[in-house]
C-alpha cells in the first residue's frame, strides 16, 4: 500500500524558511520522478517544483531561486527547502509523483504571515 506523508509546514514570517520532507513508502521510489505541489482554497493544486531520477529540478518561475527541491532515495524522502517565504506562498503542500498518481497524503499547511 502506497503511503506519502508529509511534515515541516508551520507558521512563519515573510522572509523566513521552512523545510518540508516527504516519506514516501510502498513504491519504488528511485524510479519516480518527483514533485513537490501546492494548493489553497478554491484553487487548482500546482506542482511547484520537481525532481527526476537522476536529480534534475524545475521550478514554476514564482518560487525559482527560493525553494530548493532534493532527494535521498536511501530514504525515500523528497525534500522542499523553502527560503525567503512570502505570504503568497501560504498554502497546504503536497508531494506526489511529478505526474501525479499516487494516493494524496493530508499535506502540510504552511503559512507565511506576520
Known amino acids: 500500500q502506497v503511503r506519502l506523508v508529509e511534515s515541516g509546514g508551520g507558521l512563519v514570517q515573510p522572509g523566513g524558511s521552512l523545510r518540508l520532507s516527504c516519506v514516501v513508502s510502498g513504491s519504488n521510489f528511485r524510479l519516480n520522478a518527483m514533485g513537490w505541489f501546492r494548493q489553497t482554497p478554491g484553487k487548482q493544486r500546482e506542482l511547484v517544483a520537481g525532481i527526476t531520477t537522476s536529480g534534475f529540478t524545475n521550478y514554476v518561475d514564482s518560487v525559482k531561486g527560493r525553494f530548493t527541491i532534493s532527494r535521498v532515495n536511501a530514504k525515500d524522502t523528497v525534500y522542499l527547502q523553502m527560503n525567503s517565504l512570502k505570504p503568497e506562498d501560504t498554502a497546504v503542500y503536497y508531494c506526489?509523483?511529478?505526474?501525479?498518481?499516487?494516493?494524496w497524503g493530508q499535506g502540510t499547511q504552511v503559512t507565511v504571515s506576520s
Open positions: 506526489n509523483r511529478m505526474s501525479g498518481g499516487l494516493p
